[in-house]
């Protein structure tokens, strides 16, 4: 239940005894933007800690919220979008809403921000393009909902309209929060319109029941530096100057995305570059909700690239510990890995519409696993792929596959272990690098990088070994 006290923010701020939330239509204010401060202002000094914006606006009469700069949330504090639509004011340069960490310098933490909406609760970016250039060129203002180093946080139940770049960005810290039952209505007027992106440093957050169109990536898990000092910045990342303790992507769940990319981009995305890691990233249950005749997106999950780099390529054992399951998709490819992998169980891809379960590029991969517990054997292509493995008198890394195998181009073993002593003690010894449950079509290039290592398709066994042959060894072939 919500009073309309009709009272000066003045007498507010000294009432210290009030058990009901603020609505900006309780304060005075010549702006909507004014009198939303002034009823956080009013809530934190009362330590009632919550404002509840409702559907109607008693000042202008009219069922809309019009914000010429960005809401401000200070650690502590609950907003609750009561049925109501707040739209930045035609030509705005500036969030929606982002934690007052952001204003300082250098930019500070916050903590207990919960952002909630109740029956149709609407954040629009605008009606028409605020920024010269559109799009995320203009810098980290055009992100919809900004969240830097936040720590225990909850965004749910509210749908993004047409956000001017980025829907909700959370950088540089933010960890142990949730961002659930969000719906997008983004279709490409501006550039560059992500669903939800994890930049670096954030960890422990859980994303779930995603819906509607977003313009690009859906979700997005994106570790990028543009420096190790500060002296460069990234027009889209907040804080770049001042880097977290670690600036790893960690402790990431998403799950139920049911979306449709107008832009044709990924409904996941996992990246990583210059020496940030990314691994423990758990992604169930997406749905390309896309139909024949739209635009086909790149990938239902896309892991790693070879562009986006600043000071360094995402190196093999950077991106790792990754489980993805149930990956519903008529992207090009169901899943797309351009980066390096290690340690990962893709289960359940599942395409329609003619797309392809996985395709895997150039850059090395370790202990990944392809199966399906439900629909029968998957598919993998390889093209052009290198499959690294680290080789022990008594182990090796393997890539099982539980379906078929399609190879093609120079698709080859690199074998990564180099100490003299240890190579030595694994001569002789029988290396299975690669097994499949299914057909295999095409064939891995025999040599490897090192001398005397070769190479061989056992058929009958359905395994691709790696062995050494002696210069004088004659092998004679059936």
Not at 1 to 22: C, Y
Not at 191 to 200: A, E, P, S, T, Y
Not at 255 to 261: A, D, I, K, L, P
């Amino acid at each position: 239940m919500i009073f309309n006290k009709l009272i000066s923010l003045s007498v507010v701020a000294a009432w210290t005894a009030t058990s009901f939330a603020i609505s900006p239509n309780d304060v005075a204010g010549s702006t909507d933007s004014d009198r939303i401060e002034a009823a956080i202002a009013a809530a934190v000094t009362s330590g009632e800690n919550e404002v509840v914006i409702p559907e109607n606006n008693q000042r202008t009469g009219q069922d809309i919220w019009l914000i010429d700069r960005a809401i401000l949330l200070p650690s502590n504090l609950r907003l609750v979008l009561d049925d109501c639509l707040v739209r930045l004011s035609p030509g705005t340069q500036d969030n929606i809403i982002r934690n007052t960490g952001t204003m300082e310098i250098p930019m500070v933490a916050n903590t207990n921000i919960t952002i909630v909406g109740q029956g149709n609760a609407v954040l629009s970016g605008g009606t028409e393009v605020h920024f010269d250039p559109p799009g995320d060129k203009s810098g980290w203002r055009t992100i919809g909902i900004l969240l830097y180093n936040t720590q225990n946080f909850d965004l749910k139940s509210f749908t993004m309209e047409e956000t001017q770049a980025w829907a909700i960005s959370m950088e540089n810290g933010c960890a142990y929060g949730s961002v659930s039952n969000i719906t997008f209505s983004n279709t490409t007027p501006y550039i560059n319109q992500d669903g939800v992106d994890v930049r670096k440093g954030c960890h422990h957050i859980t994303i779930q029941d995603i819906f509607g169109i977003t313009g690009d990536d859906s979700v997005a898990l994106t570790g990028l530096r543009s420096s190790l000092d500060g002296s460069v910045t990234s027009r889209m990342q907040v804080g770049d100057a001042y880097p977290a303790a670690s600036d790893d992507i960690h402790d990431i769940i998403v799950r139920n995305v049911r979306t449709y990319m107008v832009g044709g981009n990924h409904t996941v995305r996992l990246l990583n570059h210059d020496g940030i890691k990314l691994y423990n990233i758990s992604i169930s249950d997406v749905y390309d909700l896309s139909v024949s005749g739209q635009v086909r997106a790149a990938a239902g999950l896309k892991i790693g690239d070879v562009n986006y780099s600043t000071l360094a390529l995402n190196q093999l054992g950077e991106t790792y510990n990754i489980f993805a399951t149930n990956i519903n998709s008529r992207a090009t490819s169901v899943v797309l890995i351009q980066g390096t992998l290690q340690d990962a169980v893709l289960c359940d891809l599942k395409p329609f519409d003619g797309a392809v379960p996985l395709v895997v590029g150039t850059m090395p991969t370790q202990n990944v696993v392809v199966c399906s517990s439900l629909t029968g054997p998957a598919s993998v292509q390889m093209n052009g792929a290198v499959l690294e493995a680290d080789i022990s008198s008594s182990a090796c890394d393997t890539l099982t596959i539980k379906g078929d195998l399609i190879i093609s181009g120079d698709t080859r073993v690199e074998v990564l272990t180099s100490d003299l002593s240890v190579l030595k003690e694994c001569k002789g010894n029988i290396y299975a690098v690669c097994t499949w449950s299914g057909e295999k079509t095409g064939s891995f290039q025999r040599k490897t990088n090192l001398s005397g290592w070769f190479i061989e398709e056992d058929l009958p066994s359905q395994k691709i070994n790696l062995v050494y042959r002696d210069a004088g060894t004659i092998i004679f072939l059936n």
